[in-house]
């Protein structure tokens, strides 16, 4: 077991104030690998003003050097990948393959898209009489999920930083390692001192006085729709603007000109991918009334290829596993027919849950309408398109979605009247410089791209 006792604050590696200290259970076996301290509101108050001292000198730095310090720490991410993909595996439980390829390999394609991006910006512009500015909003907040701890620290943290920004990150408590392995990363890639904070500890102590410090101008945070509504109401009573990047319960509208064994094959995987742990996962399968039961036996017979401990990994936690289950308790109980999977624990030990398909379902059982942030898919009939998109647009959530169809024209028509933040397109890739964020309750404002850094940057304007 390691044992952390300090975090990074003002370019140095500190004790915590407070002198407590998390456990860092690794979920496959139940085992504690690690401690890191927990965070106070002195701790924080701390960091906040390292990153305050340091926003002068960080944002009048000039653009193309923000973007060398973030290929520098791009060129300390690549460098560090298999052990980033190893600490990922340990606390989180994702397949080490998985881990290498999505937790180390978007970090770095996102890192890298941030380097670029800031030396080509528009940081000024001309309109008309006048000259806009593009400034720094100050000093950023950040409050990271534990389901992809990597990239959601540097889809924050690189956008600041190339907006001129200083930061305090705040990672989820299941998994601070990685996030103490990227604080090593901004240090050996020159980043000033101060410029970016990093401060380990309990969402209602740390990330509550993060939340509410008058030192910070922005919160950025990533999370359930629940906790993001008390983020929000925190930084509301002070004015102060935040990003909010929530749950989901995405559409996976199938067709009927679509090829469904691809549309379903690709969409299991997705549902599965990270052990459901995705807000953006496709966990609603709409299919036309014709081909219903050959996509259910589809899925059913996908869903049975992850097996659990080895091609799918566990839970995060107990407490996580026991919540998935418990919805899968509620689907059987509200009528939906299971096909795949079941609550029962496939193994003895770690937080392991089946790989689980309904089908039957009805769009107001609470499978349906619910993130249950675990490997469940919900199989739904529809009528007509009409049917399909007034299912597909009915919760409260619109994080994203897919649409499969023989013609692309005929998809995009229909992904033009989903109510939500991304669609993909008969299995679009993921685009790093596309717009990332939801509608309706999944969220307020956008990552990656220009549009990312745009969440980090006010406008002024000046008249001649």
Known sequence: ????????????????????????????????????PAGSAADVDAAVRAARAALPGWAAT????????????????????????????????????????????????????????AGTYAFEEKIGNSTVLHEPVGVVGAITPWNYPLHQVVAKVAPALAAGCTIVLKPAEDTPLVAQ?????????????????????????????????????????????????????????????????????????ILPSADLAKAVGVGVANVMANSGQTCS??????????????????????AAKYVPGEKIGPLVNAGQQARVRGYIERGVAEGARLVAGGPEAPLEAGCYVRPTVFADVTPEMTIAQEEIFGPVLSVLCYEDEDDAARIANGTVYGLAGAVWAGDEAEAVAFARRLETG???????????????????????????????????????????
Not at 89 to 106: C, I
Not at 206 to 228: K, M, P, R
Not at 236 to 244: H, I, S, T
Not at 282 to 290: E, I, P
């Open 181 to 253: 392995l990227f604080a090593e990363c901004v240090d050996a890639a020159g980043i000033p001192a101060g410029v970016f904070n990093l401060v380990t500890g309990l969402g209602p102590v740390a990330g509550q006085a993060l939340a509410e410090h008058d030192g910070i101008d922005l919160v950025s945070f990533t999370g359930s729709t629940a906790v993001g509504r008390k983020i929000g109401a925190l930084a509301g009573a002070a004015v102060k603007r935040v990003a909010l990047e929530l749950g989901g319960k995405s559409a996976n509208v």
């Open 62 to 117: 000039p653009p193309q050097e923000r973007a060398a310090r973030l290929a520098a720490l791009r060129d300390q991410l690549v460098a560090r990948a298999d052990e980033i993909a190893a600490t990922v595996t340990a606390e989180l439980g994702a397949p080490l393959a998985f881990s290498k390829a999505v937790h180390a390999g978007a970090p770095i394609a996102v890192c890298g898209s941030y380097a670029e991006l």
């Open 1 to 36: 077991m390691k044992q952390h006792d300090a975090m990074y604050i003002d370019g140095s590696w500190r004790p915590a104030e407070g002198g407590g200290t998390i456990e860092v259970v690794n979920p496959a076996d139940g085992q504690v690998i690690a401690t890191v």
């Open 281 to 302: 996962a496709w966990t609603r399968m709409l299919v036309h009334r014709d081909r219903y039961d050959e996509a259910v036996e589809l899925a059913a017979a996908a």
């Open 422 to 464: 991304q669609v993909d397109i008969n299995g679009g890739r993921f685009n790093p410089l596309a717009p990332f964020g939801g509608y309706k309750q999944s969220g307020v404002g956008r990552e990656l791209g220009r549009h990312g850094l745009a969440e980090y940057l006010q406008t002024k304007s000046l008249q001649f």
